[in-house]
């Protein structure tokens, strides 16, 4: 065989193996996607979501320190005593600081709280409650109510 | 030569452009919070230079990969016509989405921040650039260089990611939160990945071109970068997602592949560099110089992110500006050098007479001195916020924003002189390449 065929078929082959490995991590995840107990969000919850999403609120806020950093990130937010769900739902509306002024319905304020609360429920961030170990590892600790 | 090919690059720029005014005014919000607020507050600034950005580095890898297919002597573009039609496509989504932004009809996601529903005809305008591509280089399939392999798994997997992207809108694949988020947060990383391939790929064309060694993109070392380059856009985007609960062997899996691919590009172009002839440096003056600093970019984020990868570290930069000065640092210093390496490559080749001004090269200094310095703020905002997280449970979010007030003020200062030094690049690029267009 000539030496360029060779090399052709070599590649196919690592290629092939690569996308069969990526097709069966994509159907394993796509399936069983959360390692937690499968949380469904209600579908006020979903409502939230759809909210948060059309006023790109992510843009400033994170959950899972994922998102814009202008503002704080709100992943259990909801539960932090210091705080307490009044003070979160007249925040919203409040236009404090870098955050805009909106004008949500009492409704649309409810949508919103079922959403944090449905996040607050799958996880903390900041975790710190992480076990770290050997060679640069790090054990997330998981909340009660998704065991 | 295909002019849609200069039409993209032209559009490339203008995108650069744009991405880098609204970035500057957005970081004035980090000092001045009231800026702008109820007309065009961070919301809205965020998005447009998010998706600007993005814009910049794609449509100038499209145009330099149409520009390399049409001008290569051994290929021929399989349809300039179609390439007009893919110009004329991406034109009509880019002004619909600016437009989805400012009137309010944003999608909320990382990246994906416009009307969901335009990501139909982004499909299937990369559905027409791969269909234009396989067919451009199929006749020579035997003995590929590694270019074309990179070039044709960033446009594959392109379209795969993208339409990822947007599992959401089934119903059922929304409900389960965490499977949403780690999905959404994958395809975005893999989506990073795509279009990694296509730099790299130009990245090595160009060496190629410039040393006139073809052998640069044959050899084992090349492709066992490929491979690895292709393994880490499959499973290497989990470090965005170590601290959700999420199953630990996809963290696992992340972390080992992520701390290989790059310590490999930067020995290609360390070795490029050190062993091109002074003559060829010369004649390729600005490509050389820009390929020297992506160089030197990489060496830097490469310490970065493979620190960031590891799980004990990350889990302190995570949710930080260290993120964000990683994301910059490879836009701009990696992504973005090798483009304009690109540019300065077609602009030297198509018009060999071109002198380069005085203007230029001090852009060129400005650009990558200033960068450095913007970048540090970032991490040092990072560590700042960090620190705030994990030990100093009392302060409130906005006096720990306040106590940052300086740090804000060095990172617009430092973003406004990288911008400068981007402008008086892009102008003289566009100046450059519309000449040139109208001249043949």
Redesign the interface.
Known sequence: MPK??K??LY?QL??GS?LV??AI?NLV??K?????K????SETA?MG?QI?????????H????????????LTNVISDTTKGEIYIRNIINA?V??M??YHFSEQEINQLIAYFK??DQ??Y????K?K?SNY?????V??DS?R | MNKYAIYFLVLALISLFISGLVGVLSSFQYIYPNLLKESLHFAKLRPIHVVSSVSWIILAATGIIYFFLSTHTKTKLFSGKLAGFHFYLFLAIGLSIYLSILFGKIGGREFFVFAPLLIIPILLGWLLFAFNYFKSVRQKIVNWPVYYWMWGTGIAFMVFHLSEAHLWLIPSFRENYIRDLVIQWKSVGSFVGSWNQLVYGISIYLMTKIKGDKKLAHGKLVFFFYFLGLANLMFGWAHHTYIIPTQSWVRIVAYVISMTEWVILFHIIYSFIKSLPREKRKANSMAFRFLVAADIWVFLNLILALLMSIPAINYFTHGTHITVAHTMGTMIGINSMILLAAIGYIISVSQPLFQIRKRVIFAYKLLNASLFLFLITFVVAGIARSKWMYANQGASFGEMQTSLHAVYVGMVITGLLVFVGLLILIVEAIQTLVTFVNKS
Do not use: H, M
């Open positions: 360029s065929t090399n052709i590649n690592i290629i690569l490995f990526f991590y995840l796509y069983n996607g959360s390692f937690v499968k949380q469904v969000l979903i979501q948060w999403q059309d006023n790109n609120c992510t843009a400033c994170q959950f899972y320190g994922l998102g814009g950093y202008l503002g704080p990130d236009g600081k870098a805009p002024k449905a996040i799958t996880g961030f900041p975790n710190r992480v770290e640069g590892w790090v054990d997330v998981l909340k998704i």
